[in-house]
């Protein structure tokens, strides 16, 4: 099984917060996140040929996050957070193949 995590920058903010003494850049991501699991066999037919058989499950979900930058006077925090889940895509591929060498 592989995962594997992209972003897509849409947009960033300076967020000024008078009120607790810091600033804060927010930036706000699409994030993709891509998850796959598959199995495959081979069965030999004769010494030069054999036929393969398999399958990969795939899943693409999405979602926006926010990084979060605090300034205080000493030091940075950082944090993410989600802010909406998006539609996640499921779909599986098949694989026949019959093979001569």
């Not at 081979?42 to 605090?70: H, K, M, T, W």
């Not at 989600?82 to 499921?90: C, E, F, G, I, S």
């Amino acid at each position: 099984m592989s995962q594997d995590v992209a972003y897509v920058n849409t947009a960033a903010r300076e967020i000024i917060d008078t009120t607790i003494g810091r600033d804060r850049i927010q930036y706000e991501f699409l994030r993709y996140v891509l998850r796959n699991v598959g199995a495959s066999m081979e069965y030999p037919l004769n010494r030069f040929s054999r036929v393969e058989l398999g399958a990969q499950f795939s899943s693409i979900g999405q979602s926006i996050v926010n990084q979060n930058y605090d300034y205080y006077f000493d030091h940075i925090d950082v944090n993410f957070e989600t802010v909406a889940k998006l539609r996640t895509y499921n779909y599986i591929s098949p694989l026949v193949a019959y093979v001569t060498d």
